[in-house]
């Protein structure tokens, strides 16, 4: 029960840093990662080895880093304040750190999973998820923005990290248990 509790705090955290530190549209598309992450490690438990998804988990790991590079030089946030009317954040803030922190437990996930802990298959529910699922949203906020559909900083490198989120949902999701 107390890691159950540990991880809806931990998915509503993330939420909530999303929402004050970039609004709430992005704190709505956190939601589906993080709180989506929580529903599908509650309703899909698993019991799949650190071995089974060990290569989609280090593809996506390496292809969100190269996401997060095509956010950075592709001005990401200055084009997600135009949606949101929220200033773009000082990336040094504890806010932001703490979402950073978020992201950084992802990193825990192959420690815990070789110990089967229960938190090991909630950070990779939640990682699968906001990879698979939440970044789809970069095909969403062109619709919000006031000229014809284009490019969005970050849509390239989600042409490859969302399947590659797929396929470690479906290794998670084939071994229930």
Request: charged share 5%.
């Given at each position: 029960m107390a890691t159950k509790l540990f991880a809806l705090l931990f998915?509503?955290?993330?939420?909530?840093s999303g929402y004050v530190a970039l609004g709430l549209i992005p704190a709505i598309v956190f939601t589906f990662?993080?709180?989506?992450?929580?529903?599908?490690?509650l309703l899909i438990?698993?019991?799949?080895?650190?071995?089974?998804?060990?290569?989609?988990?280090?593809?996506?790991?390496?292809?969100?880093?190269?996401?997060?590079i095509e956010e950075r030089t592709m001005n990401f946030f200055p084009a997600l304040s135009?949606?949101?009317?929220?200033?773009?954040?000082d990336m040094s803030s504890p806010l932001v750190y703490l979402?950073?922190?978020?992201a950084i437990a992802w990193l825990l996930i192959p420690f815990l999973l070789k110990r089967q802990h229960p938190l090991g298959y909630y950070f990779a529910w939640t990682f699968f998820a906001?990879?698979?699922?939440?970044?789809?949203?970069?095909?969403v906020f062109?619709?919000?923005?006031?000229?014809?559909?284009?490019?969005?900083?970050?849509?390239?490198?989600?042409?490859f990290l969302a399947p590659l989120a797929w396929w470690g949902i479906y290794r998670l999701a084939r071994n229930r248990i």
């Open positions: 998915s509503l955290v993330a939420v909530a990662g993080f709180l989506g992450g929580y529903v599908l490690w438990p698993s019991n799949a080895s650190y071995f089974s998804i060990k290569i989609p988990l280090f593809l996506t790991l390496a292809l969100f880093v190269v996401h997060k135009e949606i949101t009317g929220v200033p773009v954040p979402l950073y922190a978020t906001s990879m698979g699922i939440t970044e789809l949203a970069h095909f062109p619709f919000f923005l006031d000229q014809p559909y284009g490019y969005f900083p970050g849509m390239a490198s989600v042409l």
